[in-house]
């Protein structure tokens, strides 16, 4: 693991930024960096995953068929686009993207912080119904209850769900 600190902010200036930089070797993949960087004066962070060697731009899609599926390790560039068609989301990039290696559980777990903050601050009775019942449907995939495809594109090639039943393509 690699660290730098006190390195001058890009938003507020102020040299307190620490960038971290660690390396993983990842079977099925092979070695990628996950990098970072935080301020501890405004608060500022980004990460991101970049593997070692360049790849083509793919689209990987996974089925969720039980709860061991939730341990499928799950790598995120900054740049990818994650589609869970079921529940008609995704999560596309932008500025403030950034690159993770989780598992398909942790995945979720991110889609579900999403629709509780929906859920909790929505006016619209409809809205919030619709919020419950999607938590539903996640929360029957989490029990293996319930099966569930999710996508990944990503025009960098960095992206990945490591298991031997995605289904991998080449994007154009």
Same mark, same amino acid.
Request: net charge positive; glycine share 6%; charged share 25%.
């Given at each position: 693991m690699s660290e730098l600190k006190k390195q001058p902010c890009p938003f507020c200036n102020k040299k307190e930024l620490t960038l971290?930089?660690?390396?993983? &070797? $990842?079977?099925?993949?092979?070695?990628c960096f996950l990098l970072s960087m935080k301020c501890s004066n405004c608060s500022y962070s980004k990460s991101d995953v970049e593997a070692e060697e360049r790849k083509e731009p793919t689209s990987q899609t996974f089925k969720i068929e039980s709860k061991k599926d939730l341990n499928i390790k799950v790598i995120r560039s900054s740049e990818a686009t994650i589609k869970i068609p079921q529940l008609k989301m995704d999560s596309?990039?932008?500025?403030?993207?950034i690159g993770y290696i989780s &598992? $398909?559980?942790?995945?979720?777990?991110?889609?579900?912080?999403?629709?509780?903050e929906q859920r909790d601050s929505a006016d619209d009775p409809k809205v919030r119904k619709a919020a419950k019942n999607l938590l539903k449907k996640l929360w029957k995939v989490e029990l293996g209850e319930a099966p569930l495809k999710i996508t990944i594109e990503d025009p960098s090639g960095n992206s990945a769900i490591i298991s031997e039943k995605t289904e991998v393509k080449k994007l154009k």
């Open positions: 971290i930089e660690n390396t993983y &070797n $990842i079977p099925h993949f092979g070695k596309r990039p932008s500025v403030a993207s &598992n $398909i559980e942790g995945l979720l777990l991110r889609f579900k912080k999403i629709i509780e």
